[in-house]
T-cell receptor, first 111, second 114 residues
Framework: QKEVEQNSGPLSVPEGAIASLNCTYS??????FFWYRQYSGKSPELIMF????GDKEDGRFTAQLNKASQYVSLLIRDSQPSDSATYLC???????????FGAGTRLFVKA | DAGITQSPRYKITETGRQVTLMCHQT?????MFWYRQDLGHGLRLIYY???????DKGEVPDGYVVSRSKTENFPLTLESATRSQTSVYFC?????????????FGEGSRLTVL
């Protein structure tokens, strides 16, 4: 079992819709959780991080964490074609810096 | 503000040859990482380092060697390249100043092993 699991997609949503991306992890002691966005041919870039159970909002993005279910999600409201990218879920271990990524979910936003 | 740089950006080599990918960061970040990215696998951790002279294996370390004699450099060596090591390699760094655990990535090195 991979330590971090994501649905590879592709996930296709119309412009203006909500895109929902999901991630599960196996290490119950994991402390920090991240969502990175990666455009084709580019490096990953951080868009959200979350440490505590619940929701964290930043503009059109909301990260949700449920440690009991070992589940992290990312909601993108009012999706735009420019949001079309691969979204990588990442989890840091209890030591604090070893970071494991999921396989990524490809998102397409149709204009 | 050079940040984190990788070289070479593109490399073609033959099976059995030794290849070294270089990574240099100017932030004095303590932590550095090497990942490989292949279709369907996302980013897989090869090796990571907490400080100079401290390195540890990640998810897929076989066939790779790293060193960290200086904080700013973290080279990755393929001692005898195989076709299965054809991939895009990303170096990343992170440090207390980031305060979030965020990883900062280089632009990647695309390696083809023939």
């Amino acid at each position: 079992q991979k330590e971090v699991e994501q649905n590879s997609g592709p996930l296709s949503v119309p412009e203006g819709a909500i895109a929902s991306l999901n991630c599960t992890y196996s290490d119950r002691g994991s402390q920090s959780f991240f969502w990175y966005r990666q455009y084709s041919g580019k490096s990953p870039e951080l868009i959200m991080f979350i440490y505590s159970n619940g929701d964290k909002e930043d503009g059109r993005f909301t990260a949700q964490l449920n440690k009991a279910s070992q589940y992290v999600s990312l909601l993108i409201r009012d999706s735009q074609p420019s949001d079309s990218a691969t979204y990588l879920c990442a989890v840091q271990n209890t030591g604090g810096f070893k970071t494991i990524f999921g396989a990524g979910t490809r998102l397409f936003v149709k204009a | 503000d050079a940040g984190i740089t990788q070289s070479p950006r593109y490399k073609i080599t033959e099976t059995g040859r030794q290849v070294t990918l270089m990574c240099h960061q100017t932030w004095s970040h303590s932590y550095m990482f090497w990942y490989r990215q292949d279709l369907g696998h996302g980013l897989r951790l090869i090796y990571y380092s907490a400080a100079a002279d401290i390195t540890d294996k990640g998810e897929v370390p076989d066939g790779y060697v790293v060193s960290r004699s200086k904080t700013e450099n973290f080279p990755l060596t393929l001692e005898s390249a195989t076709r299965s090591q054809t991939s895009v390699y990303f170096c990343a760094s992170s440090g207390p100043a980031a305060n979030t655990g965020e990883l900062f990535f280089g632009e990647g090195s695309r390696l083809t092993v023939l």
